[in-house]
């Protein structure tokens, strides 16, 4: 499972587009990037899953560059139902459980 | 499709007394998984079933907890003699039997908050 690295915390206001970059050096070539968000007092949700290039969806943008070594999550104009704590994973196709990390912590503000 | 499904929600207990949670996952996943979860801190992997076989269990799950999913459907997960340390949110997943494309994503319940007093 590949090793994530990605900020601890981030800051915003409503409105404004919000850039999540997650690193993953040693990716493996069976690992997806795959991205969870978690309210406080509920379980991880899943927002959005990618290989490479671009995947799009009606929650957010995942960008993936060619090399893999890192991705970035892309929330375009956030609102403050958006403080949340997301979280980065590389995920193989025939993984067995997740491994989470600390996550990075998103505070939107009015 | 209700999603996961976890009760209770909260629950407050004395040390040493025994706590048991239950996970209802999603009615066509195969796959469940219990997870830990502290203040300020990313899940950690407790166990995991493929139906009602118990494939993988974390070094976290000491002797005092134990799993279960008979016949493939609900799962519960029993504390014994609970300490102090075992004060976390025990959260259930399930997942589909497998992906055509991508790896498999993975469907949380919200959680069972357990204090130990």
Redesign the interface.
């Known amino acids: 499972l590949a090793k994530t690295t990605q900020p601890i915390s981030m800051d915003s206001y409503e409105g404004q587009e919000v850039n999540i970059t997650c690193s993953h050096n040693n990716i493996a070539t069976n ?2 990037i ?1 991205w969870y968000q978690q309210f406080p ?6 927002i959005i ?1 990618g ?1 490479k290039t671009k995947v799009t969806n009606e929650v957010a943008s995942l960008f993936i560059p060619a090399d893999r070594k890192s991705s970035t999550l892309s929330l375009p104009r956030v609102s403050l139902s958006d403080t949340a ?1 997301y ?1 980065c994973l590389g ?3 025939g ?9 990075t912590r998103l505070l939107v503000s009015p | 499709d209700t999603g996961v499904s976890q009760d209770p929600r909260h629950k407050i207990t004395k040390r040493g007394q025994n706590v048991t949670f239950r996970c209802d996952p999603i009615s066509e996943h195969n796959r469940l998984y219990w997870y830990r979860q502290t203040l300020g801190q990313g899940p950690e992997f407790l166990t995991y079933f493929q139906n009602e076989a118990q494939l993988e269990k974390s070094r976290l799950l000491s002797d005092r907890f134990s799993a279960e999913r008979p016949k493939g459907s609900f799962s519960t997960l029993e504390i014994q003699r609970t300490e102090q340390g075992d004060s976390a949110m025990y959260l259930c997943a399930s997942s589909r039997p497998g992906s055509t494309s991508g790896a498999n994503v993975l469907t949380f319940g919200a959680g069972s908050r357990l204090t130990v007093l």
Request: avoid cysteine; hydrophobic fraction near 30%; aromatic fraction near 24%.
């Open positions: 690992d997806y795959t007092s509920q379980g991880p949700r899943f899953q290989y704590v979280y995920v193989s196709t993984f067995q459980k997740l491994v989470f990390g600390t996550g």
